[in-house]
Structure formats: structure tokens, C-alpha cells
């Protein structure tokens, strides 16, 4: 949304904050994760895609970690056919849901939405902005084999 907002002269003007954030996590000395939208200046980045986990919504979001990961490929060809067409597609198999801005006019309604990322705690406004907690998740289990590991040094 952003590039389109600057190819409209509104795009609103942000801090670039990552360098300065990644410097002081990065003196911790401890293990940390950076997330972004693609595009952003990341350090060897995952990207991670709700359908890589087969969630209803195509959510690109990049990693940048101080300890290894991998990056699962994209899961986009997957058209869900056990579930019947969002009513909104006249017919087409699609099932993502788009999960951005405020909803209107796209016909996908809050349960939509809910399913889609696998939250269903949030409004509508946070989850615009959310990341699925699948990504956590798989996250999570590469920072517990880093911990485990003992290569960690604090």
C-alpha cells in the first residue's frame, strides 16, 4: 500500500527505525527477530506466506533473525477445493481472503477474516495489521533448537 500512496503523493513520511533497532538487539549479545513487509532493509530475511501453512490469506511477511531458519516456499497454487468459492468470487475456487485496510467492498465479512489468519481474538482494525500466529509458531521452534543448542552465549 505504501508504494501506491507514494504513486498518489500521500504516503505519510515514517522514521526508518530498523538499522537503529537491529543495532541495539544486536548488543544484547541475545537472540532476536526483526519483522518487515517485503521490501524492507532486512538482513538475509525469511519470507513467510500464510498459504505455506495453509491459511485462507497471503500474507507476506519477511524474518530477519541472529540464528538460523528456513524459509518455506509459498503455497499459492493451492486452491483449498475441499471448501466452496467465497460467495463474492461468482464462482471462481479461490479462497484467499483479503486481510488489509478496512474490508469494505471485497464482500469478505469479519468470520472471514478470522478464519483466514487463524486469529479469532482481534478486531477487524488489528487484524489488518496482524501477523498469523502459524508464523509464530514456526519461529518459535528454531528459536527453542537455537536455546537448546548451547550455541547461544548468554
Not at 544484547?28 to 527477530?33: E, F, L, R, W
Not at 540464528?67 to 499459492?76: D, I, R, S
Not at 485496510?101 to 482494525?125: F, P, Q, V
Not at 501477523?131 to 548468554?154: D, Q, R, V
Amino acid at each position: 500500500m505504501r508504494k501506491l500512496n507514494i504513486s498518489q503523493g500521500i504516503a505519510k513520511d515514517y522514521p526508518r527505525l530498523i538499522e537503529p533497532i537491529r543495532k541495539r538487539l544486536v548488543e544484547t549479545g541475545k537472540p532476536y527477530i526483526i519483522e518487515n513487509t517485503p521490501g524492507a532493509p532486512l538482513i538475509e530475511p525469511i519470507m513467510l506466506c500464510g498459504s505455506s501453512f495453509g491459511l485462507l490469506v497471503r500474507r507476506h511477511r519477511l524474518f530477519e533473525a541472529n540464528f538460523a531458519m528456513f524459509q518455506l516456499p509459498c503455497a499459492h497454487y493451492n486452491d483449498v477445493a475441499d471448501k466452496p468459492p467465497l460467495h463474492r468470487l461468482q464462482g471462481k475456487k479461490s479462497r484467499v481472503v483479503g486481510c488489509y485496510g478496512h474490508g469494505r467492498g471485497k464482500g469478505d465479512n469479519m468470520a472471514l477474516w478470522s478464519e483466514a489468519m487463524g486469529i479469532t481474538w482481534m478486531t477487524r482494525e488489528e487484524l489488518s495489521q496482524a501477523i498469523p500466529p502459524a508464523y509464530t509458531e514456526y519461529i518459535g521452534k528454531y528459536l527453542i533448537k537455537y536455546m537448546e543448542s548451547g550455541e547461544n552465549t548468554f
